[in-house]
């Protein structure tokens, strides 16, 4: 039986941490989020993108989550400094000081990043920054999306909002629990070089990612 850790509410609803055994999971408003069982594809989300750019990248982490993706990127070689955005402060201090730090090694301590406290897609908008790769991992995928407001992030007018926060040579990344051929197409309008792979996961559908480069 899993014992709740923590119980938080914030911007999307309730969020609760628990654990069962040695993993670690977040449920949203009694729905499943994410948990430390695996973590293959969260890697990979950064891992193949900083593959493809040169030593001292900046790179952008949309989504905290439970610290695979900022974890991957702070190992990568190629990777000199990381932005993280993320909304929920309950995450960020399961992630900071709570049982999620252990996952990552105290990975929000590295001198190399940087935290935003805030609502991605707005933040995008506003900052005025660019990057060598941004790496989003903030929804289920780009027909899932986990607040509304995100579905503007995966429109025609938010791809190429994206694009244009690439430096030359960037990469998009996007992480998806289920395929979607539309979205492809979407990228392959805006991108010269598209990538779609697969990640099988233990059940149902493999989980997707998108490696997008100008």
Do not use: Q
Not at 28 to 44: A, P, Y
Not at 143 to 162: I, P, R
């Amino acid at each position: 039986m899993a014992e709740v850790l923590d119980v938080a509410h914030g911007l999307g609803g309730e969020l609760v941490l628990r654990r069962e055994g040695a993993v670690l999971e977040v449920i949203e408003n009694g729905v499943f989020l994410m948990d430390t069982r695996n973590g293959e594809s969260e890697r990979l989300l950064v891992t193949g993108a900083a593959d493809l750019l040169a030593p001292g990248a900046r790179v952008l982490i949309g989504g905290l989550g439970v610290g695979f993706s900022l974890r991957a990127a702070l190992d990568h070689p190629h990777v000199g400094s990381v932005v993280v955005v993320e909304r929920e402060p309950a995450v960020i201090a399961w992630n900071r000081t709570g049982p999620l730090r252990e996952v990552h090694g105290a990975a929000l301590e590295n001198h190399r990043v940087s935290l935003v406290e805030a609502d991605l897609v707005s933040w995008l908008h506003s900052s005025g920054e660019t990057f060598d790769a941004l790496c989003l991992d903030i929804d289920n995928g780009p027909e899932w999306t986990v607040t509304d407001g995100n579905t503007s992030l995966y429109g025609e007018s938010g791809v190429d909002g994206l694009a244009r926060l690439l430096r030359p040579g960037g990469v998009l990344a996007i992480w998806s629990a289920g395929a979607s051929p539309a979205f492809t197409d979407r990228l392959r309008g805006h991108f010269a070089d598209v990538r779609v792979v697969e990640v099988p996961v233990p059940r149902g559908e493999p989980d997707v990612l998108w490696f997008a480069r100008c």
